[in-house]
């Protein structure tokens, strides 16, 4: 699974329903606050080979995103 | 006993308004963690921006949740950066006027004052009003003591023209009348939640447009950027620090809900048609002054002569109705209309044609006692 980071829980629940609505099955989790800059965060957890799809729903629905984090928190390109 | 005081706070409330506030009394803290509580918690309250949000045409994360429509109205106006100069109705509450008066004398702002006793004039006055200088247009939607309506689509239109923020205070319109912010050109729509939104008492929204630079009120936990010394700049983040009144908020979603299933235009007429009810049974009888005529919505009104307003209130409530006399927080209102005090009786939803004619029938009663 691949996260993508978003920034508060209202943001976060905005995408788990954007991307609901299209078949992919996401769920809210906490981010590390080592891997943000800012502090406590949410992401998103999807299967990562939904990225570019789920990269341009975001886009699509406003909802500002982060890094896209491998699950294990690892930092991959956004 | 028969309220008729839903002006101030609606009493009765759909039976889902008072479960939900038992079901969310213990819960998480939402958006303060990951796990399954405040998940929970944290998508009823996504549930309540949804609702909201849809009731005036905005989005979800555009919904703040306050404590009041007086909590809502304070963040609105002294969020403004760089404040200076206030236009606002002749009608506002004091939630509205206290809070610009406040600014005038702490600030140096000044407030200019849009007569509302011709509504269709208003849009001219105000474009006339506008001036360089000028921060804010702060407008109250309905009266919360005659059935007064200002023409807020054409004022907003007015302030977006020329880039000014418009605030609308809602909390006698929303949920019966049809709002969408974008098409009435609203920027920031506040409102109580305990009102026609059926919510509990300690509930207050503010709807925004867009996005907006606004100054928060109160500075805290936001669950988000904790290490940022500020508040986070992304709504509804920005102006909700500390803990949402989740219990609350869960009451105020069942009475969105309750609102939507229904119609506010539908809620809106039946108001309105117990309004010409009390109009047509007392505007012949001798020395009962009912005022703003012209205007039918949820708040009749009224004098009797030889008779205080407070005796009024007394008398009937002596007789099992609850009215309120006074100046309803509202004194320039009051003023405008060459009132001392009234009596306002004022409908919600669940109010009986059979509660109104009681009251009429007592308040007949009271005339003739004392004329």
Redesign the interface.
């Known amino acids: 699974m691949c996260i993508a980071a978003i920034r508060n829980m209202t943001g976060a629940m905005k995408a788990r329903d954007a991307l609901s609505r299209v078949g992919i099955f996401s769920q809210i989790v906490s981010i590390d606050t080592s891997l943000t800059k800012r502090g406590c965060a949410y992401g998103i957890s999807f299967p990562c080979e939904r990225e570019v799809e789920v990269k341009r729903i975001l886009k699509a629905k406003n909802i500002d995103f982060g890094e896209i984090m491998g699950s294990s928190g690892t930092r991959r390109d956004r | 006993m028969i309220y008729l005081d839903n002006a101030a706070t609606t009493y009765k409330k759909p039976p889902n308004v008072t479960e939900a506030l038992i079901k969310w009394a213990q819960c998480g803290n ?2 303060r ?2 796990h399954s509580a405040s ?1 929970a918690a ?2 009823l309250i ?1 549930k309540a ?1 949804e609702e909201i949000a849809s009731l005036f045409g905005a989005e ?2 555009n919904v703040i949740f306050t404590a009041g429509a007086t909590s809502s109205l304070n963040t609105a106006i002294n969020g403004i950066i760089q404040g200076k100069r206030f236009i606002t109705t002749d009608f506002e509450h004091n939630s509205v006027r206290r809070p610009v008066l406040a600014l005038c004398r702490d600030r140096g702002c000044t407030r200019d004052i849009l007569p509302s006793w011709d509504t269709k004039n208003m849009p001219r006055l105000l474009s006339r009003m506008i001036c360089k200088d000028t921060s804010a247009v702060i407008c109250i939607h309905k009266s919360n003591i005659t059935g007064r309506t200002m023409p807020i689509r054409d004022l907003g239109k007015i302030c977006r023209d020329r880039g000014i923020p418009f605030i609308v205070d809602a909390s006698q319109s929303a949920g019966s009348v049809n709002i969408d912010i974008k098409r009435d050109n609203i920027d920031i729509l506040c409102a109580a939640g305990h009102k026609g939104l059926l919510g509990i008492q300690g509930t207050g929204i503010m709807v925004f447009r867009d996005h907006m630079n606004i100054s928060p009120l109160l500075h805290g936990g ?7 010394e500020n508040m ?1 700049l ?4 920005r102006l909700e620090a500390g803990t949402p009144a989740t219990p609350a908020i869960a009451s105020l979603y069942e009475g969105v809900r309750f609102v939507r299933s229904h119609g506010e235009e539908y809620i809106g007429r039946k108001q309105r048609k117990l309004w010409y009810r009390c109009y047509d049974n007392l505007s012949s009888i001798r020395g009962i002054k009912i005022y703003d005529s012209h205007a039918p919505g949820a708040n009749f009104l009224f004098n009797i002569h030889g008779i205080s307003h407070t005796d009024i209130a007394r008398e009937l409530d002596k007789r099992g109705i609850c009215v309120r006399s006074g100046l309803h927080c509202a004194p320039d209102a009051h003023d405008s209309l060459n009132s001392e005090g009234a009596v306002r009786a004022s409908f919600s939803y669940f109010t009986t044609t059979a509660e109104v004619d009681e009251f009429i029938r007592q308040v007949k009663e009271i005339a003739k006692e004392n004329i």
């Open positions: 939402p958006g963690g990951s998940i944290s998508e996504y921006r979800a994360e936001s669950g988000s950027d904790s290490r940022d986070p992304h709504f509804p983040d």
